[in-house]
């Protein structure tokens, strides 16, 4: 029998939450070469309430069999609450607090040749994966979404230059213990490329031909720019900037 590769998908937000790491996921699921599980916690985002079917017995509901055919270990989180940082902190450290201490007993059973970290916010979500990398001996990828301390300054959310300071000293102990570092755009790899000197590959976020999705006589239409954004739309973002670039970049009428 041919030997699979198995792979651990760590992802606080996961299916049926909407992120790229789904697609991706189900795509690696084809494979028959491979062998996939993820780690993740209760399906909460956006609004901060706990998904239909996910609301009670937690403990009961930690395992998932996933039609695609990989399997869905979920641990418990305090769910977040809207326009509440407080909420949203604790919601952060309740997926690294419960992924520490019961991902050894969910995945007792399990052996991993690669664990892979999806890293968005919170990047310390990596610590879970850095623990496991060295229980179960295998290699440690990092895919990072977002840049740590540097979206937390830019967003206002934390100006206090001691904790940046804090913050980016435990991030770069992540980049230290991450075997391959995968950048989702060459600007991230760059920036990244400043704190470490490990192996860091562009690896884009899944995407599709938007031509196939457009009509011919749209795609035809003179006089008009159009622009589709699919994605959160907040401080982070900086939405407004977008806007100005694309009016500032089209010479034609722009139409968004």
Do not use: C
Request: hydrophobic share 45%; aromatic share 16%; net charge positive.
């Amino acid at each position: 029998m041919k030997y699979k590769t198995k792979i651990l998908i760590i992802s606080q937000g996961f299916w049926p939450e909407h992120f790229p790491i789904n697609e991706f996921v189900r795509t690696l699921s084809i494979e028959k070469n491979l062998e996939i599980s993820v780690l993740t916690g209760f399906p909460n985002y956006p609004d901060g309430k706990i998904f239909k079917g996910y609301e009670k017995n937690y403990f009961k509901k930690i395992y998932d069999k996933n039609p695609a055919g990989y399997n869905i270990f979920r641990v418990p989180i305090i769910r977040r609450v809207k326009n509440s940082k407080i909420s949203i902190v604790l919601n952060y450290l309740s997926f690294i607090f419960f992924g520490l201490l019961l991902s050894p007993f969910l995945l007792r059973k399990k052996k991993f040749d690669y664990i892979l970290v999806f890293a968005n916010s919170p990047v310390p979500q990596a610590f879970v994966g850095i623990f496991l990398k060295f229980i179960k001996n295998s290699k440690l990828i990092l895919w990072v979404q977002d840049l740590w301390p540097e979206v937390l300054r830019e967003t206002g959310h934390i100006r206090n230059r001691i904790f940046l300071n804090i913050i980016n000293f435990f991030i770069k102990i992540i980049y230290f213990f991450s075997d391959i570092i995968l950048a989702q755009s060459k600007s991230f790899q760059r920036e990244i490329k400043k704190k470490t000197k490990k192996k860091i590959i562009y690896f884009p976020n899944p995407s599709i031909d938007m031509s196939k999705l457009i009509p011919n006589k749209a795609k035809k239409k003179k006089g008009s720019f159009k622009i589709l954004y699919a994605g959160n739309i907040g401080e982070a973002q900086n939405f407004e900037k977008i806007i100005e670039i694309a009016k500032i970049s089209s010479k034609e009428k722009f139409i968004f």
